[in-house]
Structures are given as structure tokens and as C-alpha cells.
């Protein structure tokens, strides 16, 4: 297999810096997609007239989310400031969206920190004209634990509307497996349980996901040098859900780039941003990826190997070729 990654650009500064003059956009900057009329700029998501300007009197029907919330956040943010900070950029996202929208947000529950700062965040989500709709729960095959406590494999979506939006049953009829039994009922003098009376061997998506594949080096999906990449299938089933052909998806916190394809995917155009211009960057390079060699990702290479191929990151890394080590998950 290819093995050639790039470290967390959020833990490498050093790379970051020999990236940037490759990155199309500078802050403050937009790429505009001519053939499906998708944005990407370089923004801060907290800065309203950006945010407007941005949009350009456009308004989307979707919104999609994934704030940085693990300890990358942690260590430079207090929760009190970390919900000051999104307070503003739910304040701009909310400006954007139609009357009748879906608000969607992934959030962690630290288990060490009093499960910071999911509750937090969802008393400040009580301030706004928004309504509750569902606590999503997806399981991930890896997480992390310890030998005096549960491992915590979980992470957690939150599902807002405001006024009465789309949403799309058939979407949600997915090839989810049907794993537990139960439900014992007597039919005909019989006594069945729920896997036996169902006309079919999949079900409806309820709100613990399952069936997604976390990501990680070996698949192809993976955008190394990005942390916590969300997959493509989970987008995908909230966009088809929440919107239809045609409607605008927005994500203010692009990184990898994953709303994006999944809009292009499912037909949608989609405005996304992102603080950094190398994420940005990579997310117009992952759409492009995408439509020259239908492939989703780089598995275990990466955006920029035209201008940093191996030896250039393992120089920069002060190693030499065979100090490499093996990909781990991110």
C-alpha cells in the first residue's frame, strides 16, 4: 500500500508553513467552482460581515457542522470562552439558512472534563430560534479507554430545524443490518421476535449509528494531515435526508473537504470554509481528485505530493526514509 501521509497539520506548524504557498486562497479569499457552482473561501465563521459577504444574499437549506471540539479546542479555549466562540458563528450560520432549514452539529462529550462541552453547547443552543429534533449517537470500531473506565467509542451529532423542513424518509431506508433481537409477539398462535417479522433484512436509520465505517489510513476516503474526518457515508445520509437536488449545503469548518464531496455526490451545490488556507485547500483538491479519478481520498497519500513527495516530509520531519514508520489512525 502507498505510505506516504502528512502529520496533523494542526500538531505541525512546520508543515503548515511549507503548504501555504501552494494553497490557491488566501484568507479572505473565494474559489468558486464553475462547473456545479460550489464555494470554498478562507474565513473565519465567527466573522459576520466575512459570513455575509461570503453568501452573497444566498441562503442555504442545510447546514452541517463540525466545529473543533476535542482537545486541539481545549487547549487554547476555556468552555467559557469555547461557547462565546459558538455562540458567534451559530449567530452567522443561522443568518444563512432559509426559513424552513436543518441545522446539524458534531459534538464531543469529554468524559474527563464533565463531558465538556456537549451540555454546555446545548443549553447555548436554547437562546436561539431553533427547535430540538434528535440526538444522533454514531459508533466508531476505535476509540480510546482506559483499564478503569467504559471505552469511549461514541460521538455524538446534534439535529436542529427551524419551521418545517425537508425531510426525506426514503433516504433513510439504508443497508443498515438488523442486529438485535426482541420485541417478542404472538402472531397467528406463534411467538416471533422483530427479526422474523420484517419483510426485509436492512432498517430504517434510527439515531445510533452503526453501520459507519470510521475512517482511517486503509481506506480509500482518508485525507491524511486532517484529525476527527467525519466519513462520507454519515454526510451523505444527513444531506439526502435533510435537503433535495439542487438546494445549498453549508459547512463554515471545511477541513477535509468531506461536506463538500458529499454534496457533489448527492447533487447539491455546497458553500464551505474554513480559517485555514491549507485545509481549504484541500478540500478544492479532494473535489477535484474526486471528478479526475473517481476516487474519494488518498488512503495513505495525500493532496500535495506533487510538491511534498516523501523524501521533502521526511526531511522536514528530520527523519530519513528508513526511520518511517507505520500510519496510525487519526
Not at 444566498?58 to 476535542?70: F, G, S, T, V
Not at 482537545?71 to 443561522?94: C, H, M, P, Q
Not at 497519500?301 to 523524501?311: I, L, N, R, S, T
Request: with cysteine; proline share 5%.
Amino acid at each position: 500500500m502507498h505510505n506516504n501521509p502528512l502529520p496533523r497539520i494542526d500538531e505541525q506548524p512546520e508543515v503548515r508553513a511549507r503548504l501555504l504557498p501552494f494553497c490557491r486562497i488566501k484568507p479572505g479569499g473565494v474559489w468558486t467552482d464553475a462547473a456545479s457552482g460550489h464555494r470554498v473561501a478562507c474565513i473565519d465563521a465567527t466573522d459576520a460581515s466575512a459570513v455575509s459577504t461570503f453568501m452573497d444574499g444566498r441562503r442555504a437549506r442545510l447546514a452541517i457542522q463540525d466545529p473543533p471540539y476535542n482537545l486541539v479546542a481545549f487547549e487554547t479555549r476555556g468552555i467559557g470562552e469555547y461557547i462565546d466562540w459558538s455562540r458567534a458563528w451559530v449567530t452567522n450560520k443561522l443568518r444563512t439558512l432559509e426559513p424552513d432549514s436543518s441545522f446539524y452539529v458534531w459534538l464531543g462529550a469529554d468524559q474527563r472534563d464533565h463531558f465538556q462541552p456537549l451540555p454546555d453547547f446545548m443549553i447555548l443552543m436554547r437562546e436561539f430560534p431553533i427547535q430540538a429534533r434528535s440526538f444522533i449517537t454514531a459508533r466508531n470500531q476505535r476509540g480510546y479507554g482506559t483499564q478503569k473506565n467504559w471505552m469511549a467509542v461514541r460521538q455524538e451529532l446534534l439535529y436542529y430545524v427551524r419551521g418545517t423542513p425537508a425531510f426525506n424518509i426514503e433516504a433513510e431506508y439504508t443497508d443498515i443490518p438488523k442486529t438485535l433481537r426482541g420485541y417478542y409477539k404472538d402472531i397467528g398462535g406463534e411467538r416471533t421476535e422483530n427479526l422474523e417479522r420484517g419483510k426485509g433484512d436492512t432498517i430504517r436509520a434510527g439515531n445510533v449509528w452503526i453501520d459507519i465505517q470510521q475512517v482511517f489510513y486503509r481506506l480509500q476516503e482518508n485525507v491524511s494531515g486532517c484529525y476527527a474526518q467525519k466519513p462520507l457515508k454519515s454526510t451523505d445520509r444527513i444531506i439526502r435526508a435533510s435537503s433535495h437536488v439542487g438546494d445549498l449545503v453549508i459547512d463554515f469548518f471545511a477541513h477535509s473537504g468531506t461536506t463538500l464531496l458529499a454534496a457533489e455526490l448527492a447533487g447539491r451545490r455546497c458553500y464551505t470554509a474554513d480559517i485555514n488556507p491549507v485545509f481549504c485547500e484541500i478540500a478544492i483538491r479532494r473535489l477535484e481528485h474526486f471528478r479526475a479519478s473517481g476516487k474519494t481520498g488518498w488512503q495513505n497519500g495525500h493532496a500535495f505530493e506533487k510538491e511534498m513527495p516523501a523524501e521533502a516530509l521526511l526531511a522536514l520531519a528530520g527523519q530519513s526514509p528508513d526511520r518511517a514508520t507505520q500510519p496510525t489512525l487519526f
